[in-house]
């Protein structure tokens, strides 16, 4: 709060901590950034869904998933190792959303995760494994 205090955005920057979640949802669509502090984050679902809302994500950078899995070291988002730099690159995108909002295809990427598209994903290597694989002929042999 100190920091977003100290960069002039304390106006456009609201901090939920264990917010109702219709509030959450109903709210990331009126975001710029969603930002996932998680040292050890295996997933960060809460990321997925500001990128699906059009939210720039700022993860911590590291061995993580929201770092690694979701915005691709920085293919689909910005990752930070500071708090001191988190706050440069908050004060940047909020002035500079517009090129943020051109270069990352934060909502594309959110729809990777989609349940549907990860069912047919799922399905799809299972049938490509199934006739890959010789377990037709161990089953006509049994």
């Known amino acids: 709060k100190k920091i977003i205090k100290n960069i002039g955005v304390i106006d456009k920057v609201e901090l939920l901590l ?77 002035y500079n959303y517009e090129k943020y909002k051109a270069t990352y295809d934060v909502v594309d990427r959110a729809l990777y995760f989609d349940a549907f598209n990860f069912r047919t994903r799922f399905l799809n290597i299972v049938l490509k494994t199934y006739e890959d694989s010789n377990f037709e002929k161990y089953i006509l042999k049994q």
């Open 18 to 94: 264990n917010a109702d979640r219709k509030y959450v949802l109903s709210n990331l669509i009126k975001a710029k950034v969603i930002v996932h502090t998680a040292i050890r984050e295996p997933f960060g679902i809460a990321i997925v869904e500001g990128m699906a809302s059009g939210c720039i994500p700022l993860v911590r950078q590291g061995f993580n998933g929201p770092w690694i899995d979701i915005i691709q070291s920085g293919k689909y988002g910005i990752g930070f190792k500071s708090v001191d730099e988190l706050a440069s690159i908050i004060e940047d995108v909020l």
